[in-house]
């Protein structure tokens, strides 16, 4: 019994220590591009967005949302991981999300002049 256990401890050591060593940190954030498609959830479910490549730290795109809206995405930086964007067209004018991820797949923060019960969150579903 002693010399299973002696052989499994260090295995489970190693396993700790790259568990902990292959999580995202914001270092790692800053790098992620924004390009791709995006599903919004939570506050403003219903939105997509479409995001072409960027050049340098600003993108462009565009959107669509219920009822068949759809319009621009202007505006945008990815400025060391803080992301900003302009939805024109957006449930009665220009709208500016400001955010960041909170992982490679998850962006998250607010949209300037709408009132929600909680953050907008845009999950990426491709690059």
Do not use: H
């Amino acid at each position: 019994m002693t010399m299973r256990l002696s052989r499994f401890l260090p295995v489970v050591a190693l396993v700790l220590l790259f568990s902990a060593t292959g999580c995202d940190s914001s270092t790692d954030l800053e790098s992620v591009p924004v390009t791709g498609r995006w599903n919004s959830v939570g506050a403003l479910a219903g939105v997509l967005l479409f995001v072409g490549p960027e050049s340098g730290s600003t993108f462009t795109g565009s959107w669509s949302g219920p009822a068949g809206t759809s319009s621009s995405i202007t505006d945008g930086s990815n400025s060391g991981g803080v992301i900003r964007f302009t939805l024109l067209g957006f449930q009665g004018g220009p709208r500016t999300f400001e955010g960041k991820f909170t992982d490679a797949l998850r962006l998250e923060g607010a949209i300037s002049g709408l009132s929600l019960d909680g953050p907008v969150v845009f999950r990426r579903t491709s690059y």
